[in-house]
């Protein structure tokens, strides 16, 4: 593998000069070189290889003081093109030094210029400590170009606002070997990636023992230590390769290696199709305003035009959304979505306030969601979502939430899903650069071959590690402490897993948490989320309330059972399918009313409480 690379870079350097990495500064400028015009584009959906040199300044003038520069440590290098790595060497740079950044990858993103946010750790006299700096503020900008491969390389135009990336940096230190690599699904299976593909997210790779995550732009990355390895795309039954090689062998007799390159494209085996809906909100804040997330994901292979439903106690005000409802009426919201094709993915973020009234404090709120399409879901238990919360006025925001927290016997039976949420917030004083959030799944009822990571509220990457950990890595997160932006100071993961259904009774209780790691501060646990074994409630796994109203079982089988805390004589329920056409309408008797859904056929309705006028 080693000879591999070092024919590669070889054969580029071989094209052009400014693969050559200037290890000494004589004779170049302070800052970086080649020049930004002078720096060769990138060719989009082809390997490259870039290199630039970091010549270390003599000195800085910070906040109008110039201060001479002891060291300089580069940190991170923000928005790179979508599967673009860089590794660095020499990385403690002094003034008679410099240091050579490499760029190797395959983009795939938008064509155009990338101002790079390159940030490092800085000595300077008279300051003790680092300072955390972006260089390109202290007059040392980078811009990268992407091109297409038989175009000219567009001229640099700094006056043009620079493309946005939200991939994760990759970098290649330390005593490892870095590999990436980018799945896609190959449409017109070629073999190749070009502009007719789809990146291909949350795919599982099998790295030796570790399953590796795609993030949302199907690329993938690991560290390794020396020693042999095998790289596979888990294609299971719905997926096949369709590039060669479909299975990469490595071999690494040293370390600080990598790899880049190990692509897989998938061609569809079976088509099917499954929607899948997930809710979550920050805690709902007295007199604030509660940012909602809902995202619907198409998890089959075929694709989908969704229809999104989302149900809220008018209790809360409805604000905005980020994208308009097609519908709207007090408590209702409805979105007709744009096509989703398989593994894509769609959010909506919604603004609910919440009034102030201390008489609310303590009071629980429902929402819900589901999402209809005009195709068979082979698996309707996870197109609706209830998200039941309390009103508070402070709390602690990190979280760990399984849904549902009531497991039925028809549930345990058929070993279903549990989707759990993690919840985090950065309430410290600066802003977050990094989070991981590590959860081990220890428990025995569930199966961590069965875990799959749903949304995010941020670009992440994910990997289950040996010990049955589950790791999410927020690289250059970048999240604002909760008193410069509230709102935007807030996180949130979905993933679900089947429970084991081997050994669960009556009372059986599924207890798991999570660490969250902000930055280098020591661990923050959230409380045991806790899914309890209750055969006693016949079907139920969730229960739906409006205000006085709640049903449970949802999803019903055979009964539904509507309790009314405000009846009186007179009062009725009537169900509608998604038609408006009237499918059951039955009187209640009482507070606590059990009617039969034995005879509806399955599917998702609508229902109306009318009161005795």
């Known amino acids: 593998m080693k000879k591999v690379l070092l024919l590669f870079i070889s054969v580029i350097c071989s094209i052009t000069v400014y693969c050559q990495c200037y290890n000494s500064p004589i004779g170049l400028p302070e800052g970086f070189y080649p020049v930004n015009d002078s720096i060769p584009c990138i060719n989009r959906f082809l390997p490259s290889s870039t290199t630039i040199t970091f010549n270390c300044p003599s000195s800085l003038t910070i906040s109008g003081v110039n201060l001479p520069v002891r060291s300089i440590i580069i940190d991170s290098i923000i928005n790179l093109p979508c599967g673009l790595a860089w590794n660095v060497t020499n990385n403690n740079i002094q003034p008679t030094e410099a240091a050579c950044i490499f760029f190797h990858g395959n983009v795939i993103d938008s064509l155009g210029h990338y101002g790079l946010k390159i940030r490092a750790r800085v000595r300077v006299a008279l300051f003790p400590t680092e300072l955390m700096l972006d260089l390109d503020e202290l007059g040392y900008p980078v811009y990268l170009r992407v091109k297409e491969n038989q175009t000219q390389c567009t001229p640099l135009n700094v006056s043009v606002p620079s493309n946005l990336s939200n991939c994760n940096p990759i970098t290649a230190t330390g005593n490892s070997n870095t590999v990436t690599g980018h799945v896609f699904i190959d449409a017109n299976q070629n073999g190749v990636y070009d502009s007719l593909d789809r990146n291909a997210p949350n795919f599982t790779v099998n790295i030796g023992n570790t399953q590796v995550f795609t993030n949302s732009y199907g690329n993938y990355f690991y560290q390794l230590p020396m020693g042999s390895h095998i790289v596979a795309p888990d294609t299971n039954v719905l997926f096949s390769v369709s590039t060669s090689p479909s299975v990469y062998l490595l071999n690494f007799n040293t370390n600080n290696n990598l790899d880049t390159g190990l692509n897989f494209g998938l061609t569809i085996a079976n088509y ?14 007295l007199g604030s305003i509660s940012p909602q997330t809902v995202c619907v994901v198409n998890y089959g292979t075929t694709p989908v035009s969704p229809v999104l439903h989302y149900y809220y106690d008018t209790t809360l005000h409805f604000q905005s959304a980020s994208t308009t409802p097609d519908a709207q009426v007090s408590g209702y919201l409805i979105w007709e979505l744009d096509t989703l094709q398989p593994m894509q993915s769609a959010c909506i973020n919604i603004a609910m306030q919440v009034p102030i009234n201390t008489n609310l ?20 238990t996870n197109d609706t979502v209830d998200l039941l919360q309390v009103i508070t006025a402070a709390y602690d925001p990190n979280d760990k939430t399984a849904y549902p927290s009531l497991l039925s016997q028809s549930f345990v039976d058929s070993s279903q899903y549990i989707t759990y949420r993690i919840r985090f917030q950065n309430t410290g004083n600066d802003t977050a650069i990094n989070i991981s959030v590590r959860d081990t799944i220890s428990s025995p009822f569930l199966d961590i071959n069965s875990l799959t990571p749903l949304s995010a509220s941020h670009p992440y990457n994910f990997k289950i590690e040996e010990d049955k950990v589950a790791v999410w890595d927020f690289k250059n997160i970048l999240l604002p402490d909760s008193n410069v932006n509230e ?26 948490q999570a660490g969250i790691y ?18 006693g409630i016949g079907n139920r796994d969730v229960a739906f309330s409006v205000n006085f109203i709640t049903l449970f079982p949802n999803p019903a089988q055979n009964r539904l059972v509507v309790s009314h805390e405000q009846w009186q004589q007179g009062s009725s329920i009537v169900l509608y399918d998604l038609s408006g056409k009237v499918m059951l309408s039955e009187k209640l008797d009482g507070k606590t009313t059990e009617i039969s859904t034995a005879n509806l056929p399955n599917g998702i309705y609508l229902y109306q409480v009318l009161g005795a006028k």
């Open 487 to 512: 709102p935007a100071s807030n996180g949130f993961i979905f993933f679900r897993i089947k429970i084991n259904n081997n050994d669960i009774v009556e009372g059986t209780e599924i207890v798991n």
């Open 518 to 535: 902000f930055d280098l501060n020591p661990v923050i646990m959230t409380d045991p989320s806790i899914a309890k074994a209750d055969f």
């Open 361 to 380: 404090i303590g009071n629980q709120i429902n929402t819900k969601a589901f999402v209809e399409t005009s195709l068979n879901d082979i698996d309707i």
């Open 272 to 285: 099917l199709t499954d929607v899948l809906v997930t809710s979550t909100s920050t805690n709902l804040r």
